[in-house]
T-cell receptor, first 116, second 111 residues
Framework: GAVVSQHPSWVICKSGTSVKIECRSL??????MFWYRQFPKQSLMLMAT?????????EQGVEKDKFLINHASLTLSTLTVTSAHPEDSSFYIC????????????FGDGTRLSIL | GENVEQHPSTLSVQEGDSAVIKCTYS??????FPWYKQELGKRPQLIID?????GEKKDQRIAVTLNKTAKHFSLHITETQPEDSAVYFC??????????FGKGTTLSVSS
């Protein structure tokens, strides 16, 4: 149980393109999902907390107009990188927990984004 | 906000030896401390977690200890095996909220 699916797993696109990444909880409802960014050989940096039915909470330094987050249902959150540039190239990974309290976060497989 | 420090950044051990990774956190409100294992190009996998009302937790070869007063927690792996080689991340946060991760420890177990 507690499976999180992330799609796509790999994206290569031209500079200026917008890219949408989906994060789905397959066998549980996730009131809250989290989006992280990971550079090679570095840690996971929290970008934003995505709450179902409300606006996402962004971490300091993360441009909310650049990284659009939508959490329209209890099983789906999306991250859209708008007008992507080479510096946006990174590994983006989402996580979700099954509820409140001491529920572990389960991660998706991540999306490797390469902007040419 | 929370800040998590993790040491060492790299750790090399011989198969069968024990490995210890240590983390400190800054926010006394944090009450949930998970450990994740990440293999190259793969998702982080939860290997063990501990809550603030517990001082120690063990699962086969893996154990975690927590010292709330000192605000530090540690991962202990005994009888290491080559398949334990990976990057390990500690994290801290309040239950149900976002986690702040340490910078990771690359563990190499040689046979």
């Amino acid at each position: 149980g507690a499976v999180v699916s992330q799609h796509p797993s790999w994206v290569i696109c031209k500079s200026g393109t917008s890219v949408k990444i989906e994060c789905r909880s397959l066998d549980f409802q996730a009131t809250t999902m989290f989006w992280y960014r990971q550079f090679p050989k570095q840690s996971l940096m929290l970008m934003a907390t995505s709450n179902e039915g409300s606006k996402a909470t962004y971490e300091q330094g993360v441009e909310k107009d650049k990284f659009l987050i939508n959490h329209a249902s209890l099983t789906l959150s999306t991250l859209t990188v708008t007008s992507a540039h080479p510096e946006d190239s990174s590994f983006y990974i989402c996580s979700a927990s099954a509820g409140q309290g001491y529920q572990p976060q389960h991660f998706g497989d991540g999306t490797r984004l390469s902007i040419l | 906000g929370e800040n998590v420090e993790q040491h060492p950044s790299t750790l090399s051990v011989q198969e069968g030896d024990s490995a210890v990774i240590k983390c400190t956190y800054s926010d006394s409100a944090s009450n949930y401390f998970p450990w994740y294992k990440q293999e190259l190009g793969k998702r982080p996998q939860l290997i063990i977690d501990i809550r603030s009302n517990v001082g120690e937790k063990k699962d086969q070869r893996i154990a975690v200890t927590l010292n709330k007063t000192a605000k530090h927690f540690s991962l202990h792996i005994t009888e290491t095996q080559p398949e334990d080689s990976a990057v390990y991340f500690c994290a801290a946060g309040q239950a149900g909220t976002a986690l702040i991760f340490g910078k990771g420890t690359t563990l190499s177990v040689s046979s």
